[in-house]
């Protein structure tokens, strides 16, 4: 089994990720695989003001460096969104969304989200917090029983990747259970079990350390607060009044149609597998959700300035903390990376960025079906380092290798 376990990582690659990021690496592209499809939006609503695309030369710089970054992480299939008020958008579509068939990537196509999910999880407990319902400083033992040192861990910290609680998703017995059986269906009281068999990390507030066990947790406390589940409570607070159509929490292994098949090598052999329709049970609130290019350049802007949130909660989601990477920062469930502000995503067979750059009101998607390092860095890393060096060269979003 490849490094400390199948669905660690330090940080915002996987540590920012999705739910405990475990992804996956595929066969390289070759050049005819990498056509690019363009997609030609209509003029209507947010798009009206930027219907024009980036200039010729400036978009063909682009299909260079991400055809580049492709043939050299073997990366199948990636969908790219890139919005520049003022200057004009780029959206594509390269290689395949399914390695069996060849058929192409494109720019309609649903695919697992991750760990962008904490976004959606930290925002209904945001919206609890609006309605008086759980205080950020409050013991998190005050809602919910069970939790090691629940009486000194608050709210806040949970959201901050500041408790101590240890890692379900490191735990070596999860990860053999998960990957023996793909299918596996795991509650979250299972889940919590596997980091619980653990002591703490650190004192509650110590330090940073992206743990999935705290959205879990968090999940947990929205649905007995709010009396609903977590799917009901996302689609009927959030993804519904922000207009999220395709951004859901799946049924089982499926995916709505149409997606693209994902591939990981976090496999007990180490070998490839397709994991399009592995069980995302295993990461639930903190990484189950499927969305598209679409809902998630949407979901990007009210995410970062808290359209569903009160002002002063939003301004407390955006109080980053450093995490130890240089230049990486992480508030409520949200993160600060050259001054792009959201979150990445990853788990078996798919990654994801959607980022937002307050300064130029400038929006970045990418979907990926491959989570193979590169070059000790995840696959959308290396996309966004490329493309935000292009484009916005004073922000790049950029997490050092083997962070």
């Given at each position: 089994?490849?490094?400390?376990?199948?669905?660690?990582?330090?940080?915002?690659?996987?540590?920012?990720?999705?739910?405990?990021?475990?992804?996956?690496?595929?066969?390289?592209?070759?050049?005819?695989?990498?056509?690019?499809?363009?997609?030609?939006?209509?003029?209507?609503?947010?798009?009206?003001?930027?219907?024009?695309?980036?200039?010729?030369?400036?978009?063909?710089?682009?299909?260079?460096?991400?055809?580049?970054?492709?043939?050299?992480?073997?990366?199948?299939?990636?969908?790219?969104?890139?919005?520049?008020?003022?200057?004009?958008?780029?959206?594509?579509?390269?290689?395949?969304?399914?390695?069996?068939?060849g058929a192409p990537m494109t720019d309609r196509l649903n695919m697992r989200i991750g760990s962008e999910?904490?976004?959606?999880?930290?925002?209904?407990?945001?919206?609890?917090?609006?309605?008086?319902?759980?205080?950020?400083?409050?013991?998190?033992?005050?809602?919910?029983?069970?939790?090691?040192?629940?009486?000194?861990?608050?709210?806040?910290?949970?959201?901050?990747?500041?408790?101590?609680?240890?890692?379900?998703?490191?735990?070596?017995?999860?990860?053999?259970?998960?990957?023996?059986?793909?299918?596996?269906?795991?509650?979250?009281?299972?889940?919590?079990?596997?980091?619980?068999?653990?002591?703490?990390?650190?004192?509650?507030?110590?330090?940073?350390?992206?743990?999935?066990?705290?959205?879990?947790?968090?999940?947990?406390?929205?649905?007995?607060?709010?009396?609903?589940?977590?799917?009901?409570?996302?689609?009927?607070?959030?993804?519904?009044?922000?207009?999220?159509?395709?951004?859901?929490?799946?049924?089982?292994?499926?995916?709505?149609?149409?997606?693209?098949?994902?591939?990981?090598?976090?496999?007990?052999s180490g070998g490839i597998a397709d994991s399009t329709h592995w069980d995302p049970s295993w990461a639930?609130?903190?990484?189950?959700?499927?969305?598209?290019?679409?809902?998630?350049?949407?979901?990007?802007?009210?995410?970062?300035?808290?359209?569903?949130?009160?002002?002063?909660?939003?301004?407390?989601?955006?109080?980053?903390?450093?995490?130890?990477?240089?230049?990486?920062?992480?508030?409520?469930?949200?993160?600060?990376?050259?001054?792009?502000?959201?979150?990445?995503?990853?788990?078996?067979?798919?990654?994801?960025?959607?980022?937002?750059?307050?300064?130029?009101?400038?929006?970045?998607?990418?979907?990926?079906?491959?989570?193979?390092?590169?070059?000790?860095?995840?696959p959308s890393t290396l996309l966004g380092r490329a493309i935000t060096g292009i484009v916005t060269p004073?922000?790049?979003?950029?997490?050092?290798?083997?962070?």
């Amino acid at each position: 089994m490849r490094r400390r376990s199948p669905f660690h990582r330090s940080m915002p690659a996987r540590v920012l990720l999705a739910a405990a990021l475990a992804v996956a690496g595929l066969v390289p592209l070759t050049a005819g695989g990498a056509v690019p499809v363009a997609y030609a939006p209509a003029a209507t609503g947010d798009d009206e003001a930027e219907a024009r695309q980036l200039s010729p030369e400036l978009q063909a710089r682009l299909d260079e460096a991400v055809q580049r970054v492709m043939r050299e992480a073997g990366i199948p299939g990636v969908q790219v969104g890139l919005w520049l008020p003022g200057r004009g958008h780029y959206v594509r579509a390269f290689g395949v969304a399914d390695k069996e068939s060849g058929a192409p990537m494109t720019d309609r196509l649903n695919m697992r989200i991750g760990s962008e999910t904490k976004t959606f999880t930290a925002t209904a407990v945001l919206q609890l917090v609006d309605e008086g319902l759980v205080g950020l400083d409050e013991p998190i033992a005050r809602y919910l029983d069970g939790v090691p040192c629940g009486e000194v861990i608050t709210v806040r910290q949970l959201l901050e990747m500041r408790s101590g609680l240890f890692p379900y998703s490191a735990d070596e017995d999860f990860a053999h259970t998960f990957l023996s059986d793909p299918d596996h269906v795991f509650t979250p009281q299972e889940l919590l079990a596997y980091g619980y068999r653990h002591d703490n990390v650190f004192p509650p507030g110590a330090r940073y350390q992206y743990s999935n066990t705290n959205y879990i947790l968090l999940g947990l406390l929205v649905e007995k607060l709010s009396g609903q589940s977590i799917e009901s409570f996302v689609q009927d607070r959030i993804t519904g009044p922000s207009g999220l159509r395709h951004t859901l929490f799946p049924q089982g292994t499926g995916l709505p149609s149409p997606y693209a098949h994902g591939y990981t090598d976090q496999t007990l052999s180490g070998g490839i597998a397709d994991s399009t329709h592995w069980d995302p049970s295993w990461a639930w609130s903190a990484g189950a959700l499927v969305s598209d290019l679409r809902d998630l350049r949407h979901w990007a802007k009210d995410l970062a300035t808290g359209t569903l949130l009160s002002p002063g909660t939003q301004a407390q989601r955006l109080t980053m903390l450093p995490t130890g990477i240089p230049g990486a920062n992480y508030g409520l469930g949200i993160f600060d990376i050259g001054g792009w502000i959201g979150h990445n995503g990853s788990l078996p067979g798919y990654e994801s960025l959607t980022v937002y750059l307050p300064e130029e009101c400038a929006t970045l998607v990418l979907l990926l079906n491959s989570d193979i390092i590169a070059q000790g860095s995840e696959p959308s890393t290396l996309l966004g380092r490329a493309i935000t060096g292009i484009v916005t060269p004073d922000h790049v979003y950029d997490i050092p290798p083997g962070k």
